[in-house]
């Protein structure tokens, strides 16, 4: 699936769309430049899923933990992670294959960590069409994400 999105908020509404479908164990794995959206998705995620706490980057902790939704929210940064083994470290298994719902910025940092199933959401920049102008592309890989075809951004 494909979007096409010209504002923070739409960015936003998309991410909630996609948390008030998730279901216990998702993993969703986000790629794209600085400034493109990520956090912004992750937002949108947590809102989706009733989150209510305020929704930050662990760009130095590797991982934020939020447990006031009906599911948790494990949000992941591995931007600054030099060593797949500084992932193992802090118990990276524990966290994917738990009941909660894992988001991991700059998943492509650790691609070889993540496992068969997950959802694959690419954002890139539009300078063409304008300066907020993004691209989103949601590709999953595995049955249990079938539900993602009911997403639209109407």
Known sequence: MEFIVDTVEKTFQL????GSLCKAGDIFCLTGDLGTGKTHITKGIA???NITDHITSPTFNI???YHDGRLTLYHFDVYRVNDPDEIYAIG???YIFSDGVSVIEWANYIE???PEEY???SIEKMPDLGDN???IKVKYFGKRYDYLKEISLC
């Open 15 to 18: 991410g909630e769309k996609i």
């Open 47 to 49: 809102k989706g899923l």
């Open 63 to 65: 991982v934020n933990e």
């Open 92 to 94: 990276f298994d524990e």
């Open 112 to 114: 070889s960590l993540i």
């Open 119 to 121: 959802v694959h959401i």
């Open 133 to 135: 102008f993004r691209k």
